[in-house]
């Protein structure tokens, strides 16, 4: 990409606040002129094992945003997560904004769909979200523009979002020290994710580049800021100039040794409703556990 939609010499304000169980980082963006503002990625905890939620982490969000006055605009989701539960509709209830995802989320909401054998009742058009985002679409957060980029091989519904000067990676890129998202779940391919990594990387240098996981590899502190040149330059699987062909095989062995997130099956289906949680027919919040149907 050359030609961008929107200034990018805008300079949002970017909290990130830190998810230790999920390893996540949910981002509040300002725009400093408005007081509006944007959450990426949120996360509604999970107890797996007790079969319990709780909203600590949405809560944060809520306190932040009520005691600076902000107005919440957008609550954008880079892709459906497989890791953690988002707390979308538990924000918007309390907050406004709209809900927004790329719209390949029907193609998501099709191979989960079936994978975990859900009634007509699911309705796989998108429909339980505010915004589709598509290649190239522009949105408002107070005076600040955003734009979208399509960058599917994680997830088919995986988009970076520019803000002004700061870019959120979702999953696509890691710190330059993580490298990269995994490409083996359904839907995903890795020379797809090889071929949107570098739609990421032409973005101008100075961009500040924001991840939406942090491992801390080689015991460092936890981090989640970057920047497009720092990719480039120093990123394990894709900077320094390394061929699509090299990240395939790569990627490819990484990810058959790789086992599956902890809380991937709660995730999909409650991710793909917009972090909605199923309920069965008497209206009781439920989850599938189908069997030998995500990995060989």
Known sequence: MSDYPVNMKAHPEVQGFFDDASNTITYLVTDPATKACAIIDSVMELDYAAGQISTNSADLLIDAIQTNGLSLEWIIETHVHADHLSAAPYLQDKLGGKIGVGARIIEVQETFGKIFNEGTEFERDGSQFDALFEEGDTYAVGNLEGFVIA????????????????????????????????????????????????????LPDDMRLFICHDYGPGGRAIAWETTIGEQRAQNI??????????????????????????????????????????????????????????KD
């Open 151 to 202: 960058t599917p091989g994680h997830t088919p519904a995986c988009m970076v979002h520019v803000i002004g000067d700061a870019a959120f990676a979702g999953d696509t890129l890691f710190m330059p020290d993580g490298g990269s998202a995994r490409a083996d779940f359904p839907g995903g391919d890795a020379g797809e994710l090889f071929d949107s990594i570098q739609k990421v990387l032409s």
């Open 237 to 294: 699987h894709v900077g320094g100039g390394k061929t699509r062909e090299e990240f395939i095989a790569f990627r490819t062995k990484r990810d058959a040794e790789l086992a599956m997130p902890k809380l991937i099956i709660p995730s999909l289906q409650v991710n793909m409703r917009a972090g909605e949680i199923p309920r069965d027919e008497t209206g009781n919040a439920v989850l599938k556990v189908p069997l030998n149907a995500l």
